[in-house]
């Protein structure tokens, strides 16, 4: 079993950049899959971000071009780079290893505890 730990959250203005850490353990880092979701007030957790054991990205997109999803497998460590924030990115963002998709749901092998995203206009 993974255990996974967010940082990173916080409140900024519009425009604002602000980057996530999720520090993972319990397994070979590079062996998996890591992905970031968020989940807005009243709404379904969403995909964001998904970064293969290739390196691949992938992108929801609403975040394409100003979301980045990187990884450190040294540090068993995977990031989201936020920039040009927008109000509705305001959400809990969690992280996911082993997200896995099937038709419109997802499967994930563990979440984290998530890490709140405020984004004032």
């Known amino acids: 079993q993974v255990q996974l730990v967010e940082s990173g959250g916080g409140l900024v203005q519009t425009g604002d950049s602000l980057k996530l850490s999720c520090a993972a353990s319990?397994?070979?880092?590079?062996?998996?899959?890591m992905g970031w979701f968020r989940q807005a007030p009243g709404k379904g957790r969403e995909f964001v971000a998904d970064i293969r054991q290739n390196g691949i990205e992938y992108y929801a997109d609403s975040v394409k071009g100003r979301f980045t999803i990187s990884r450190d497998n040294a540090k068993s460590t995977v990031y989201l780079q936020m920039n040009s924030l927008k109000p509705e990115d305001t959400a809990v963002y969690y992280c996911?290893?082993?997200?896995?998709?099937?038709?419109?749901?997802?499967?994930?092998?563990?979440w984290g505890q998530g890490t709140q995203v405020t984004v004032s206009s």
């Open positions: 319990g397994r070979t880092f590079s062996s998996y899959s």
């Open positions: 996911a290893s082993d997200p896995k998709k099937y038709g419109s749901s997802w499967i994930v092998g563990s």
